[in-house]
């Protein structure tokens, strides 16, 4: 994965060196350094636990799925919907307290309401279609992550070039969920992955 990162950013520079007039600074992640700069704590939390766990839930736990997977690509989506309901203005603390009780009492529920031999089916439905599951879930992972850069649909050359980074990222991610059978170690990659960005980030996040 590193050694991809590095082709990518010498390929980068050829393309640059190529192509002078391609402005790779007109997208800019002011608001991710804002948010550093005013509260670096919920930064951290968000980049290195939340967003990990969240997004490899989504787009890796049903690579090669075990029945907890499955549980917790459910659990993900909840996730995703009690944010939307509980006002983003709420202590950021308790927002995320309230919205992990609320999980971890549905994947418990999982447990004890629906038969395990449905999971089991499909489980072993979506072990058959994995490849599709890690490229495709790979791109889109790449892809929802525009929205650090642009607010509405929209996407270019420029942006792509960007975000390329993080499909690289979904794609090794992948491939370790499928080498070790669990979706522990895609999200400490991930982590370890948005932990180093973090740090190369916030010297330059008191500048703005």
């Not at 636990?49 to 997977?69: G, N, Q, T, W």
């Not at 447990?111 to 890690?134: A, C, H, M």
Request: hydrophobic share 55%; glycine share 6%.
């Amino acid at each position: 994965m590193i050694g991809s990162y590095f082709l990518f950013f010498m390929l980068l520079s050829f393309l640059h060196s190529w192509f002078p007039g391609l402005d790779l600074e007109q997208y800019q992640q002011s608001e991710l350094f804002e948010m550093m700069k005013k509260s670096p704590w919920k930064f951290f939390f968000l980049a290195a636990i939340a967003a990990p766990v969240m997004e490899e839930s989504i787009f890796r736990s049903l690579v090669k799925p075990s029945v907890a997977d499955i549980k917790l690509f459910l659990c993900a989506l909840l996730f995703i919907g009690a944010l939307a309901i509980i006002p983003e203005k709420a202590n950021w603390i308790l927002r995320y307290t309230l919205v992990f009780i609320t999980i971890s009492l549905f994947y418990y529920a999982m447990g004890e309401l629906i038969p395990e031999k449905y999971f089991l089916k499909i489980s072993d439905l979506l072990k058959r279609w994995y490849l599709p599951f890690w490229l495709v879930g790979a791109v889109i992972f790449g892809m929802v992550h525009v929205f650090n850069y642009v607010e509405g649909l929209y996407f270019d050359l420029v942006l792509f070039i960007l975000i390329f980074p993080r499909i690289i990222a979904g794609f090794f991610c992948g491939k370790i969920k499928i080498e070790n059978r669990g979706i522990f170690w895609p999200i400490l990659l991930h982590s370890m992955n948005n932990s180093i960005v973090l740090l190369l980030m916030y010297p330059f996040s008191e500048g703005v």
